[in-house]
């Protein structure tokens, strides 16, 4: 049984970076693909990113594409996302997701709080 767990959350002001890890325990598929969600309060949850394990192809949600950049270790078995000018509308709780397509999901992680002050 697979394991996520996202690190890298906190409070940062208008403009600055943060990066976000999830780190996979258990085993991994070539043909995963790994997702960034994210929540803002009192919103849906939505997606943000996503990249696929093996072939390592990313995909996009048009309000952080540009700014936020998708990566995965193999070795290390995490994924990354490297978030750039950070606007205080992307503040919410971000959400690790593994699943078989862009934005499916059957295993989350327990996400991560990002607030973004202006």
């Known amino acids: 049984q697979a394991h996520l767990e996202e690190f890298g959350g906190g409070l940062v002001q208008a403009g600055g970076s943060l990066r976000l890890s999830c780190a996979v325990s258990?085993?991994?598929?070539?043909?995963?693909?790994m997702n960034w969600f994210r929540q803002a309060p009192g919103a849906e949850r939505v997606f943000a990113a996503s990249?696929?394990?093996?072939?390592?192809?990313?995909v996009y949600a048009d309000s952080v594409k540009g700014r936020f950049t998708i990566t995965r270790d193999k070795a290390e078995s995490t994924v990354y996302l490297q978030m750039n000018s950070l606007k205080p509308e992307d503040t919410g709780t971000y959400y690790c997701?593994?699943?078989?397509?862009?934005?499916?999901?059957?295993?989350w992680g327990r996400g991560t709080q990002v607030t973004v002050s202006s």
């Open positions: 997701g593994s699943g078989r397509g862009i934005g499916e999901v059957d295993l």
């Open positions: 258990g085993r991994t598929y070539s043909s995963a693909v």
């Open positions: 990249i696929r394990w093996g072939a390592g192809t990313t």
